[in-house]
């Protein structure tokens, strides 16, 4: 009878755990701030109290003395992760970096490698507050009660992502990452963007491959604008319905939220034109979101590394840009033409330089990897930022209503003028592998 009880009360708690929405952690020793979750180098994952690190080896606690919540921090010498169980949704997390007898560099990535802080430095004893907004998805198709009413049919590499786990992931990168504090609270009221698209969209987990979807959160405002990355490798507009990835968004999708369209690589490459279905669903999501009070965004396909004899970029996309811009203009609807923006950018860089923004590496630059990269499709995170400008640059030039929300991390982008490869600063994560994505 006492072990029923003790399991009935493991149960119980866990199961609460998992409907919490707010959590307060304090990071480093177990000198903690009232109210506060004390979080220490120890702090593995538990199931059963629904957070900790993903893994404790090379976590470092101190202690500098002083204020309970700033005063201690945990670090370590490579990218660490925390985790926690949470419920679906939009999260704001406000975040406390630094060292009050030292220096730090932190860059703050979640699930699957989005992009949320860069660089962030801390001069000697300064302790800064940081804000991010995360959106957090499962499989499960709920309707209007939060009753199943279906799943999203994922593949089997995704059963491995981060993004569809059911935990909250936050990953701490860079030279010297010190993290005093997190403070996670649902956000009811943000926008949403809704991203959906291939492999050139969608947020990739591992390293050395990228693409602009899982950049995009870091150009906008944090607590007012969320971006939920719904893409994923190899779908075409049809795919992404008889997989319910649009069904999942459907059911979630809010007044004065947006949609982001972009398909295009794999319609064409499956052999399909743009007559066998692609304008009748492109018109239909516009429909659909519209009748929902949301707001579609029809995104082109950026192009291809195909140059000609004239260093000019070939396209290799049949005629879907152009149905995508035609349609837009039919449908009265805001058109970001990437695939424009990337031949300027492309171009501007030449045919040998822009293999650095595509995954184009040497033989044994990653683990498991003896033969030499060379995809002229898929981005590495260069690339994919320099793409993510294009987007932004894009909003921002057409005066659309989200240009409000876009945050002072982005400066203004000329693509005819891309940024220094050399001065990009990308901490790499853990999660490497040399299988390209699906989709080409």
């Known amino acids: 009878m006492r072990n029923r009880i003790k399991f009935l009360t493991l149960f119980l708690g866990s199961f609460l755990l998992a409907q919490q929405t707010g959590f307060k952690f304090d990071f480093g020793t177990n000198r903690t701030e009232n109210g506060f979750i004390p979080i220490t ?60 007898k030292g220096t730090s560099e932190t ?51 995704e059963t491995k ?33 809704y991203l959906t698209g291939d492999s050139t969209v969608v947020d990739a987990q591992y390293e050395p491959w990228a693409s602009w979807g899982q950049m995009l959160p870091y150009f906008f405002v944090p607590n007012e604008v969320v971006i939920a990355n719904y893409a994923e490798s190899g779908e075409t507009l049809k795919a992404f319905e008889d997989r319910h990835r649009i069904d999942k968004i459907w059911n979630k999708i809010r007044k004065g939220d947006y949609l982001f369209i972009q398909f295009g690589h794999n319609d064409q490459k499956a052999g399909n034109s743009t007559k066998s279905g692609y304008r009748k ?22 192009n291809r590394r195909v140059f000609d004899e004239n260093n000019k970029i070939v396209n290799t996309l049949d005629d879907f840009p152009d ?52 995809d002229d499709t898929h981005f590495n995170p260069y690339g994919a930022y320099e793409l993510a400008k294009c987007v932004v640059k894009s909003i921002v030039d057409q005066n659309l209503p989200l240009k409000k929300y876009i945050s002072k991390n982005y400066k203004n982008f000329n693509p005819n003028k891309p940024d220094d490869f050399e001065k990009f600063h990308w901490p790499e994560s853990v999660f490497m592998e040399s299988l390209k994505p699906d989709g080409n």
Request: proline share 5%; hydrophobic share 40%; charged share 25%.
């Open 323 to 374: 149905a995508m811009r035609e349609i837009a203009k039919e449908e009265k609807v805001d058109l970001i033409d990437l695939n424009a923006l990337s031949k300027t950018l492309f171009e501007a860089m030449g045919p040998e330089a822009a293999k650095k923004v595509f995954v184009h590496y040497p033989a044994n630059a990653y683990p498991n990897q003896p033969n030499a990269l060379a």
């Open 41 to 100: 180098s120890n702090s593995k994952f538990d199931k059963k109290i629904g957070y900790g690190f993903m893994n404790v080896s090379g976590l470092k606690s101190v202690d500098n003395g002083g204020n309970a919540l700033t005063g201690d921090f945990i670090t370590s010498y490579k990218p660490f992760y925390f985790s926690v169980a949470i419920p679906e949704g939009n999260y704001d997390i406000k975040l406390i970096l630094g060292d009050t």
């Open 161 to 193: 992502y981060l993004h569809w786990d059911n935990l909250l992931t936050i990953e701490f990168n860079d030279k010297a990452p010190k993290v005093c504090s997190i403070i996670i609270q649902p956000n009811k009221t943000a926008k949403t963007i």
């Open 281 to 302: 669903r492109l018109k239909e999501w516009i429909s659909k979101a519209r009748e929902m009070g949301a707001i579609p965004v029809l995104v082109t396909s950026m």
């Open 107 to 157: 860059t703050v990535r979640v699930e699957n490698r989005r992009l949320m802080l860069s660089d962030i430095k801390t001069k000697q004893g300064e302790i800064v507050e940081k804000q991010i907004s995360v959106h957090v998805k499962d499989s499960i198709i709920r309707n209007q009660n939060g009753e199943k009413i279906g799943i999203v049919k994922l593949k089997p590499r």
